[in-house]
Nanobody
Framework: QFQLVESGGTLVQTGGSLQLSCATS????????MGWFRQAPDKGREFVAG????????DYAESVAGRFTISRDNAKNTVYLQMNSLTPEDTAVYYC?????????????????WGQGTQVTVSS
């Protein structure tokens, strides 16, 4: 079973930075497309960032472009989300997801594998 475990979520002040990690149980994640989604209180889950397998590129939601960076360390089977210039609007549970598709999708349904989420709270 392909398992994803997020970590790194915590309380941070406005303007601060945080790095989330997503550790996987896959033998190798290099061919998987990985995504980060988030769900704020009383809102639907939304796409944040994605990184395609085999070095095929990245994609970001407009709301985080230029502030967040997704990266992967295939040797460690881990995906990261570096978040800078955080605002209270970034407060949410952040989920890691994986897909065998070759390109990044912003649609939840394209990702069959999900972690349990990690809470990020940005105080004003």
């Amino acid at each position: 079973q392909f398992q994803l475990v997020e970590s790194g979520g915590t309380l941070v002040q406005t303007g601060g930075s945080l790095q989330l990690s997503c550790a996987t149980s896959a033998g190798t994640i290099s061919r998987y497309t990985m995504g980060w989604f988030r769900q704020a209180p009383d809102k639907g889950r939304e796409f944040v960032a994605g990184i395609a397998g085999l070095g095929r590129g990245t994609d970001y939601a407009e709301s985080v472009a230029g502030r967040f960076t997704i990266s992967r360390d295939n040797a460690k089977n881990t995906v990261y989300l570096q978040m800078n210039s955080l605002t209270p609007e970034d407060t949410a549970v952040y989920y890691c997801a994986a897909s065998t598709r070759s390109t990044v999708s912003t649609i939840q349904g394209a990702y069959p594998y999900w972690g349990q989420g990690t809470q990020v709270t940005v105080s004003s």
